[in-house]
């Protein structure tokens, strides 16, 4: 089992930042790939960015040019930097990791992020 705990999310104005954080524990494989989604009220759930651990990362429409997803290996950690943020950014902001051999996947229980005119 792995457990994913994220932190960083709260309320921001249009403009401003935030950082999301996820930490992965239990059996995290060396071979993985971690990232975030997000889920709007009224929405599916979409995706923001994923990254591997050989850094290679992907991006969704919503997150080019302004979010920057990093992992830190020995910690199993993904971050998500996200700047210049809009209303529409508001949403429940969802970490996931994908474990390459065998496809388990595991998703945390979401942060809030508010973006206020």
């Known amino acids: 089992q792995v457990q994913l705990v994220e932190s960083g999310g709260g309320l921001v104005q249009a403009g401003g930042s935030l950082r999301l954080s996820c930490a992965a524990s239990g059996a995290v494989s060396e071979v993985n790939v971690m990232g975030w989604y997000r889920q709007a009220p009224g929405n599916q759930r979409e995706l923001v960015a994923t990254?591997?651990?050989?850094?290679?990362?992907n991006y969704g429409n919503s997150a080019k040019g302004r979010f920057t997803i990093s992992r830190d290996n020995t910690k199993n950690t993904v971050y998500l930097q996200m700047n210049s943020l809009k209303p529409e950014d508001t949403a429940v902001y969802y970490c996931?990791?994908?474990?390459?051999?065998?496809?388990?996947?595991?998703w945390g229980q979401g942060t809030q992020v508010t973006v206020s005119l």
């Open positions: 996931r990791l994908l474990q390459v051999y065998g496809g388990d996947l595991y």
């Open positions: 990254i591997n651990t050989g850094n290679f990362s």
